[in-house]
C-alpha cells in the first residue's frame, strides 16, 4: 500500500529519500529564510521550537483514528476492511500464578510490521498540516516534530508560538498523546544583536529558551552557524581515533 503522494511535504522517516539530512535541511531553509533581508529591507527573527519524542507514540495510536485517517485518504475499501479486520477484536492476556486479565486493545501500531510506520504517517500527517499562524509549519520526522515559526518582531513572534503550541497540544490530547512540556525547547533564530526572548507558556508552564537546540542528531544555534554542533562532531572523532589508535597498539603487544 502506497500512500507517498497522499502525504504531507514536510513529513519524514519511515518513508523512501526522505532521511534526517532531508528533514534538517527543510528546518535550516526554513529559519534561513526568516533571518534573511527582505526587499522591503524588513529583517524577521524565527523560533524552532522542538518537542522531544512522543512517550509510546506508536504504541498510543489509537485505532479509530488512524481508520478515519485512511478513510479520508480514499485507500480502496478492501485494504481498509482488511485492516479494520486486524484492530477488531483483539485482546492482550495477563497471565501469573494467582490471576488473570484480559483488556482489549484499542491502540498501537503493529510493531515490526512493514505497515505499522505507514499507520503512524497516516494519522500524524494530520498533525503536520493543521492550520497554523502565517508564517509557521512542523517538521516531522517519524515522532519527533520541530516547528518553525517566523515574525517581524519577537513580540509577534511570542504571540504565533503560544497560539501555534496550543493548537498543537490540543490536537495531541484528542487524540492521546502527550506533549511533554518539560521537554519542549526553545530556540530563537536572529542576527540582532540585542533582543529579549518572548515568553513562552502552555497551560501555566513556561518554556525555557535554549542557546542551541538538538534535532535529529543537530545542534542548531541561534545564528545557524552550526559551531556548536562541527565542535561536538570533531571531538567526537577525535575520541574515536585515540579509541582506534588505543585498540591498535593492543593487538600489536598481543601478537608478539
Known sequence: MSLENGLSDNQFGFRKGRSTVHAIGLVVEKAGKAMAVESSGTEKDSCCTR??????CLQSARWHIIIDSLARKKVPSYILRLIVNYMSD?????????????????????QGSRIGPLLWNVMYDDFLRMELPEDTSIVGFADDAIMVSAAASVEVLGI????????????????????VLDKTEALLVTDRRSYQNPAIEIDGYRLEWKRQITYLGVELDRRLKFGAHIQRATLGAIKCAQACQDLCRTLEATSI
Not at 51 to 56: L, S
Request: aromatic content about 10%; charged content about 30%.
Open 51 to 56: 518537542r522531544n519524542r512522543y512517550p509510546k
Open 90 to 110: 483483539r485482546w492482550i492476556t495477563y497471565d501469573t500464578e494467582t490471576w488473570s486479565m484480559c483488556e482489549q486493545m484499542t491502540c498501537g501500531a503493529p
Open 160 to 179: 504565533k508560538v503560544n497560539d501555534s503550541l496550543s493548537r498543537a497540544k490540543r490536537w495531541m490530547e484528542c487524540r492521546g498523546l502527550q506533549m
